[in-house]
């Protein structure tokens, strides 16, 4: 059973920095992608940070130059390093693991983690 567990998050002034980390544990198929997605209250689910297969990231034109995504040294892992942090990056994150197999992909997503930016 495909398992992802992220940690991390909290609360930050504006300017800060906090760091996300997901695993995701179980796996038997291709991990077609795997990264960080987040929701803003009222807002829909959107793309922070995610590797797609092993090219290089892709990231929302909103964090680009603040946000990094990290391959871990672990199998399935991933990180996320938020840095110069905005008040509109305060959002529900969420790990996101895409598996491909058997000619089609299914998606798993962790719990999610709060993060918070606020004077």
């Known amino acids: 059973q495909v398992q992802v567990v992220q940690s991390g998050g909290g609360l930050v002034q504006p300017g800060g920095s906090l760091g996300l980390f997901c695993a995701a544990s179980g796996i038997t198929f291709s991990v077609d992608s795997m990264g960080w997605y987040r929701q803003a209250p009222g807002k829909q689910r959107e793309l922070v940070a995610a590797f797609h297969g092993g090219g290089l990231p892709d990231y929302a034109d909103s964090v680009k130059g603040r946000f990094t995504i990290y391959r871990g040294d672990v199998r399935n892992t991933v990180s996320l390093q938020m840095s110069r942090l905005e008040s509109e990056d305060t959002a529900v994150y969420f790990c996101?693991?895409?598996?491909?197999?058997?000619?089609?992909?299914?998606?798993?997503w962790g719990r999610g983690t709060q993060v918070i930016v606020s004077s």
């Open positions: 996101n693991v895409q598996l491909r197999g058997l000619g089609s992909v299914t998606e798993y």
